[in-house]
T-cell receptor
Framework: AQKVTQAQTEISVVEKEDVTLDCVYE???????LFWYKQPPSGELVFLIR??????QNEISGRYSWNFQKSTSSFNFTITASQVVDSAVYFC????????????FGTGTQLKVEL | EAGVTQSPTHLIKTRGQQATLRCSPI?????VYWYQQALGLGLQFLLW???????NRGNFPPRFSGRQFPNYSSELNVNALELEDSALYLC?????????????FGPGTRLTVL
């Protein structure tokens, strides 16, 4: 069975602050994939990144960066210099080869960026 | 390139009725997934269709069913609606292949059961 935990229910920051969203996962599969999605108020989930279990290299895309650590089963997401447009619910998700292609989502972290 | 589309945007039904939700995947995607996002329950996997066949099913009762058509579009049917079926139903599609493919989501159908 797979499980994803996002312990932070809600985070509030002031614009230009850096913020890190935590994600911890559990799976018995040795091959798995981790994802981050953004859900703005409109409701549509927007794909941000995919990582596979064999690639622990951190990734940076503009103001976004991801830190994948197998030793702690974590896949954390950092937004640098946050902006109001970053306000959304962010979901971490896991897909494992033994899981029949389904995404197992965490409960999400509501990020509020204020002026 | 057009994204995943879903219809209707909103659907209001009464308890005991049937609801039909529709989804069109991104061109070239053969897999379609359905998820339920109910208040307090988070995002839960419902169904996965690929090449017209049901490939995987989440922990939902049989009154949740669906199908995939030859053009890869899909329908989700919910029979004997209950109040707790009120939720946002999200459809996603992906390219053929395994669990490594990212799933792209549509805007969802908001189902309200009165």
């Amino acid at each position: 069975a797979q499980k994803v935990t996002q312990a932070q229910t809600e985070i509030s920051v002031v614009e230009k602050e850096d913020v890190t969203l935590d994600c911890v996962y559990e799976t018995r599969d040795t091959t798995y994939y981790l994802f981050w999605y953004k859900q703005p108020p409109s409701g549509e989930l927007v794909f941000l990144i995919r990582r596979n279990s064999f690639d622990e290299q951190n990734e940076i895309s503009g103001r976004y960066s991801w830190n994948f650590q197998k030793s702690t089963s974590s896949f954390n997401f950092t937004i640098t210099a946050s902006q109001v447009v970053d306000s959304a619910v962010y979901f971490c998700a896991l897909s494992a080869t033994g899981g029949g292609n389904k995404l197992t989502f965490g409960t999400g972290t509501q990020l509020k960026v204020e002026l | 390139e057009a994204g995943v589309t879903q219809s209707p945007t909103h659907l209001i039904k009464t308890r005991g009725q049937q609801a039909t939700l529709r989804c069109s995947p991104i061109s070239g995607h053969t897999s379609v997934y359905w998820y339920q996002q109910a208040l307090g329950l988070g995002l839960q996997f419902l169904l996965w269709y690929d090449e017209g066949e049901e490939r995987n099913r989440g922990n939902f009762p049989p009154r949740f069913s669906g199908r995939q058509f030859p053009n890869y579009s899909s329908e989700l049917n919910v029979n004997a609606l209950e109040l707790e079926d009120s939720a946002l139903y999200l459809c996603a599609s992906s390219q053929p292949g395994g669990s490594y493919n990212e799933q792209f989501f549509g805007p969802g159908t908001r189902l309200t059961v009165l």
